[in-house]
């Protein structure tokens, strides 16, 4: 079972704010940086925001990432229909002879 | 432009071996980790390791040690992911992905492979 918790689902209206919270321990986000992938249905997943608050080129500007302690959230302003996706928070985790976990994931739904 | 091309969907039955394809292109080969992730039907992803095509160095999530082989061809940039004695369990797709310089989080993905083990 995954060691990052995330509440299984969000939703807005377009032009809502959602914001994706992403639970872990000392172990992971407490000591290493935090990473959110996004999976439109049926693709790939693709890098969102890497070390904690970054953006990979091409990422709108309306996703955004924050940690704090051991939490981290992801949010998503000015929510559009496309942004209807799952979304992973992962991070590095130093139990266990080293690991890269990824949360249990959300399911973000446009109404 | 950074690229990885996974080898297409296979229809397995239980103990059958295999060996998925992730072809790379547009960037050095040798310098990135590629880790290989698995998202079992309705699920969600899953690290099942990463290997260093430099040296072939590999690591394993325990729970995935003993059940498959990574490997690499530099000849032709291509990362594997092997099972010797394929389960039911294993159905699942398999993506690879390329681990950032330096960093932990993936920049590119594989489109992925759907592996399906029945009998």
């Known amino acids: 079972q995954s060691v990052l918790t995330q509440p299984p689902s969000a939703s807005g209206t377009p032009g809502q704010r959602v914001t994706i919270s992403c639970s872990g321990s000392s172990s992971n986000i407490g000591s290493n940086s935090v990473n959110w992938y996004q999976q439109l249905p049926g693709t790939a997943p693709k890098l969102l925001v890497y070390s904690n608050n970054q953006r990979p080129s091409g990422v709108p500007d309306r996703f955004s990432g924050s940690k704090s302690g051991t939490s981290a959230s992801l949010a998503i302003s000015g929510l559009q229909s496309e942004d209807e996706a799952d979304y992973y928070c992962a991070a590095w985790d130093n139990s266990l002879n080293g690991r890269y976990v990824f949360g249990t994931g959300t399911k973000v739904t446009v109404l | 432009e950074v690229q990885l091309a996974q080898s297409g969907a296979e229809v397995k039955k239980p103990g059958e071996s295999l060996k998925i394809s992730c072809k790379t292109s547009?960037?050095?080969?040798?310098?990135?980790?590629i880790g290989w992730v698995r998202q079992m039907p309705g699920k969600g992803l899953e690290w099942m390791g990463i290997i260093y095509p430099g040296d072939s160095d590999a690591r394993y999530r325990p729970s995935f040690q003993g059940q498959i082989t990574f490997s690499v061809d530099k000849s032709t940039n291509t990362a594997y992911l092997q099972w010797s004695s394929l389960k039911a369990s294993d159905t699942a797709m398999y993506y690879c992905a390329r681990q950032g310089f330096g960093e932990y989080h993936f920049d590119y993905w594989g489109q992925g492979a759907l592996v399906t083990v029945s009998s």
């Open positions: 547009g960037y050095s080969f040798t310098t990135y980790w």
